[in-house]
């Protein structure tokens, strides 16, 4: 099959379904000092399955609220404006991220709970170090590899040749994906968070979520991501062929001044939360 040009590959990207307009009139609802949790509640109750996977999301073990959150109006109010943003955004990438990717050794339902897992790996990150973006870190490692949708169907011709150059030569998977295909998963990505309206430095995140060093607008989130993709991997979730070869960025550690034990601390408190299967 080859590589393919630029142009298709934006083609798929437009293709690609745009956020509903439920997740974007939160967005701006959200980012608008003068909005209430009534207002986010009228929209999101517009859209019934929205509404439901919010509160299931909201009541999951991850957030750890000690009552049952019976509406959205509670939801908001009591997890914050931030945090009901993530939680719509999720609810609204879930299907399009539990499809099976056949390019990648994905079967149904994988790529989504490896999303999932990396986003909550990402806000613990977060917290851990004090960065003061928790739900962007959030929702920057649930989209991280979003590209894979997009790529599934050029990967699913060239598989055998990019794990082949991944054996044969040593080098990471997405290294070998790009040199074969022609782009890597990472990019492919940021392109559909561009297309979304979604911040630069989340496009950022998501493009070098392998490479963290070339991060210029913000390399603090997207070295969470690509720590909180690690622990993943590390631990097994989803990982599909992209967990062949997969290194660790020292600069990325280094930048956010984590230990070996720190990282091990993560996976534990991650495998705690991981039981709860309303998580995903």
Request: a negative charge; proline letters at 5%; aromatic letters at 6%.
């Amino acid at each position: 099959m080859g590589k393919i040009s630029l142009q298709d590959l934006l083609k798929k990207v437009d293709d690609l379904p745009a956020l509903p307009w439920v997740v974007k009139r939160v967005m701006e609802l959200t980012e608008d000092p003068d909005s209430t949790a009534r207002d986010i509640n009228e929209v999101i109750n517009l859209d019934q399955s929205m509404t439901a996977k919010v509160l299931r999301l909201a009541n999951s073990a991850f957030y750890g609220f000690p009552r049952r959150i019976s509406t959205v109006t509670d939801a908001t109010i009591m997890l914050g404006f931030q945090t009901i943003r993530s939680i719509v955004i999720a609810a609204s990438v879930s299907k399009l991220l539990s499809q099976e990717v056949e390019g990648y050794a994905l079967l149904p339902g994988e790529l989504w709970k490896h999303s999932q897992s990396a986003a909550m790996a990402a806000r613990m990150t977060a917290r851990s170090i004090k960065f003061p973006k928790i739900e962007v870190a959030y929702t920057a490692a649930l989209l991280h590899d979003l590209g894979k949708v997009i790529l599934n169907s050029y990967m699913r011709e060239s598989y055998e040749e990019v794990i082949d150059k991944v054996e044969k030569e040593k080098i990471p998977f997405s290294q070998a994906e790009e040199e074969i295909i022609g782009f890597n998963h990472a990019l492919v990505g940021s392109k559909v968070a561009e297309n979304w309206n979604l911040p630069p430095e989340l496009v950022e995140a998501i493009a070098f979520h392998h490479s963290p060093e070339l991060a210029k607008i913000d390399p603090t989130l997207t070295s969470i991501v690509h720590v909180a993709d690690f622990i993943c991997v590390t631990m097994g979730i989803g990982i599909g062929a992209d967990g062949l070869l997969y290194p660790l960025s020292p600069q990325a550690v280094n930048l956010l001044g984590l230990g070996e034990q720190d990282i091990y601390q993560l996976i534990s408190q991650l495998s705690e939360l991981l039981v709860d299967q309303d998580t995903f």
